[in-house]
């Protein structure tokens, strides 16, 4: 067993995946993701599944990571700072237009990105904010 059902349930919630969500993204029906997450110690998350959401996990790690690493570079001691605005997408259609590696995915597993993101630069003294994206100038 890689995750427990209580440990399941809360890594896809902190990923920012619903039920439906993660149904949709492990290409099942709903009722197999509440039977996982169930009290029952019947039907237990597949391995393939939580290896799945361990890389997701992992994958937005990193690339919040290189988010910071990317603002340092750019923002040498030699270089006034600026604002450092993230984009956020309003509609899942957005997101995936601007952003085909997050495709099948939802905007608030973007948010989860975002926010550590945007914590990771604040962290390390960088103004950031986060705005919506404006479709109006892109679609």
């Given at each position: ?38 009290f029952s110690e ?33 923002y040498t001691e ?47 003294g960088f103004d ?12």
């Amino acid at each position: 067993m890689i995750l427990s059902k209580a440990e399941f349930k809360t890594l896809r919630e902190a990923l920012g995946l619903s039920i439906q969500d993660l149904a949709r993204w492990a290409k099942v029906d709903e009722r197999s993701v509440r039977r996982w997450e169930s009290f029952s110690e019947q039907n237990m998350p597949p391995k393939q599944v939580a290896l799945n959401l361990l890389k997701l996990e992992a994958d937005i790690n990193f690339v919040a990571e290189q988010g910071l690493i990317m603002a340092r570079e750019k923002y040498t001691e030699h270089t006034e700072l600026e604002k450092i605005v993230l984009i956020r997408y309003k509609t899942n259609e957005e997101l995936w237009h601007a952003k085909p590696d997050m495709n099948g995915l939802p905007t608030t597993t973007h948010a989860v990105l975002l926010f550590k993101t945007m914590n990771l630069l604040k962290n390390a003294g960088f103004d950031v904010v986060i705005e919506y994206f404006d479709s109006t100038h892109y679609f």
